[in-house]
């Protein structure tokens, strides 16, 4: 009530949803477009060419990267300027944020791709892990008003940290200073799925 003294809903939902866009469309896209070659056969026949790994890996997450920066500017934009959601923080701060949190999403689609083999299986598998996610995270209830034992499950999930900086950010003005336990942990859990998912896609290229 401090910083929405209006109670309008739409300021405590529709920054969280730039973290849900993030998540749904960077990870999905990233598990799928990866599955469908090797279900073509294509990605066999690009191991077979002179490229590194790496190279192969930064082939395939360029894009989704890029797909993932103009979803971010497209939702930040609609946020401020269509819903009129106040940016009360550091707007560098958010997109520093809000990269790392794309990351951990393109991590996370990596990871799916290695363990499906159709891209049924890499949808199924994305929702099974979104919904979690989405429930866990705080973007529809408060996590102080989940049950005790549920609480601790949610420090597993990387958009929890994710919207608790951008909505502080947006709504508070907060600033690095107050919200680094969540930008480090974010940065943690991005960087760990980041390259969990780089080591697993680069052994089964191997």
Do not use: H
């Not at 707007?91 to 290695?114: D, E, R």
């Not at 083999?117 to 209830?141: D, H, K, Y």
């Not at 008003?145 to 919207?163: C, D, E, S």
């Amino acid at each position: 009530m401090l910083y929405n003294p209006s109670l309008e809903s739409v300021f405590y939902m529709v920054p969280a949803v730039l973290g849900v866009v993030l998540l749904v469309v960077a990870g999905t896209l990233t598990a799928l477009a990866v599955v469908r070659e090797r279900e073509t056969g294509t990605l066999e026949q690009i191991m077979v060419t002179p490229l590194r790994a790496w190279e192969l890996l930064m082939g395939k997450l360029i894009p989704f990267t890029v797909v993932g920066c103009l979803d971010l500017a497209l939702v930040l934009s609609v946020v401020l300027f269509w819903f009129r959601v106040p940016l009360r923080g550091s707007l560098l701060l958010l997109i520093g944020s809000s990269l790392l949190f794309l990351l951990s999403t393109l991590g996370l689609g990596l990871l799916v791709s290695t363990v499906s083999r159709t891209q049924q299986q890499a949808l199924f598998t994305m929702f099974l892990i979104l919904m979690p996610s989405i429930l866990l995270s705080g973007f529809v209830f408060p996590i102080a008003n989940m049950p005790p034992p549920i609480q601790p499950l949610t420090y597993l999930i990387p958009l929890r940290y994710f919207l608790v900086i951008v909505r502080s950010v947006m709504l508070k003005g907060s600033g690095l200073a107050a919200l680094w336990p969540q930008v480090l942990a974010l940065a943690a859990w991005s960087l760990g799925l980041f390259a969990a998912g780089t080591a697993r896609f680069r052994k089964r290229l191997q």
